[in-house]
């Protein structure tokens, strides 16, 4: 074999399998900053990242993607992206590899209606699920509370584009939208004529990960011993409280009826014995 073969040969047999090297790792950028001017997710990243002393620096990919195609490019190994941050469930444990450390400490499980800005009040007396069959509600169809809704006896409509579902609001083709707490008051702001339910929220058990390719075991490895550390040594409660205290002020939890729902779909691998790595409802009432 030619000299120049064999070192052809052996640049690419050094190549990091999975896409995991001392580069840059591509996250999706989000269509808008849930406080205006960063993205907790990517910053959590980054954080795990360095207390792991990865190599790898994470950047936002430099196009948005609507979540099912950056989950389908992870899926794909294209390496445009390389880690994503979403909620979970058995199917997408199975498309990809988890980093099973919930993002969010199950922050993403409390829900919050968006509504019309002239129905406010429309559920001041809902106090049931049964109540909430009359409510006309719309979620994306790849979403995974969507199941959680469904097993509760609802039947949302399904878009496959999020940003529809904004306009089917207002032209009063649906009645309400659930938001998680971090993200409701991002989108009232961005869609004037909307408003949060003051009366109500849902809760159910939810987990949101950051997942990579299933080939990029090495990565996963790192951004989990980030996390562990970080959750040692409290950098991450200060990153979420700090980035959500705020939200969850407007949210006001412990002024609302809350409304729990079941999750059949979160996979027994959810690490729910382990307390620290989720919020209390007294934390999110401080």
Not at 31 to 39: A, C, L, R, T
Not at 63 to 75: F, K, S, T
Not at 226 to 231: H, P, R, S, W
């Amino acid at each position: 074999m030619p000299a120049l073969h064999r070192l052809i040969l052996l640049c690419v047999l050094a190549l990091p399998a999975g896409g995991v090297g001392a580069d840059t790792i591509y996250y999706p950028a989000p269509e808008v900053f849930e406080n205006g001017k960063s993205d907790y997710a990517f910053e959590l990243l980054q954080l795990a990242l360095a207390k792991a002393g990865s190599p790898h620096r994470a950047e936002l990919a430099p196009l948005y993607r609507q979540q099912n195609r950056a989950i389908a490019e992870l899926m794909a190994n294209t390496g445009k992206i390389h880690v994503v941050g979403t909620m979970t469930s058995a199917e997408r444990e199975t498309q990809m590899l988890p980093v099973r450390i919930p993002i969010s400490k199950g922050l993403i499980g409390w829900r919050i209606l968006l509504l019309r800005e002239d129905k406010r009040d429309a559920l001041r007396e809902v106090r049931s699920v049964s109540d909430l069959k009359g409510i006309r509600m719309a979620l994306g169809q790849d979403w995974p509370d969507l199941a959680v809704l469904q097993a509760a006896g609802l039947a949302p409509d399904t878009v496959s584009a999020y940003s529809r579902l904004f306009g089917m609001l207002k032209a009063q083709r649906i009645d309400a939208i659930p938001r998680s707490v971090n993200e409701i008051w991002s989108d009232a702001a961005r869609h004037p004529g909307l408003a949060a339910d003051p009366y109500l929220a849902l809760h159910y058990p939810a987990a949101d990960y950051f997942f990579v390719h299933r080939d990029n075991a090495a990565l996963a490895d790192e951004v989990r011993r980030g996390l562990e550390a970080a959750q040692a040594d409290g950098s991450f409660d200060r990153l979420l409280l700090g980035y959500y205290r705020t939200m969850l002020d407007k949210a006001a939890l412990g002024k609302r009826r809350i409304i729990e729902l079941p999750n059949p779909g979160l996979p027994p691998e959810t690490p729910l014995a382990r307390k620290e790595l989720w919020l209390t409802l007294e934390q999110l009432r401080r």
